[in-house]
């Protein structure tokens, strides 16, 4: 074993600039990309989920939102000289978008609900604890707002709300 990793510590490494490879294939590729999607004629391709909307109406991005635009990039993801990655991308785009934010904004509850449950919150409804969860991990943004506009919270703006609150918010 320990020869092993002797033999990994000799063999010399090579330095590969990924970063400045993926940037040059970007460049080559997001111009063939940009004409792809202003040649695609989304009244043409969705009639059924845009019959709603006239003609002469401008598509706005929240109507565009349902579209299953995926099986548009399908074919082109065999052409990666032309394309890359971006439409493998554009394709998984949906699932990221609503998993990574939903993941760490568990993550950020489970662990502001950690620092607000403490002995004297424990008996507290549910109701309780999400709102002091919530407030937990806004509080920066809440001590903002009650610094700008101490008349809505009422407090001045020179005291520190935070220490008179019964509730473990600020630790």
Known sequence: WEEELQAAKEVPLVEVDWLDEHEKEFERVFPNWVRF????????EFPDDLKEHPVEQKLETLDLMKLDVGRLYVPLENDREKYGFLPVMARGS???IGALPAESFCERCIS???LVMNKGNTLLPDADVDMMVILRMNRDFMKLMR??????????ADSDIFSHQPINVDE
Request: charged fraction near 20%; avoid cysteine; glycine fraction near 12%.
């Open 94 to 96: 949906a699932a990221s």
């Open 37 to 44: 999607g202003k040649s695609i004629d989304l009244r043409h």
């Open 112 to 114: 502001a609900g950690n």
């Open 147 to 156: 610094r700008l506009y101490p008349e809505l919270s009422g407090s001045s």
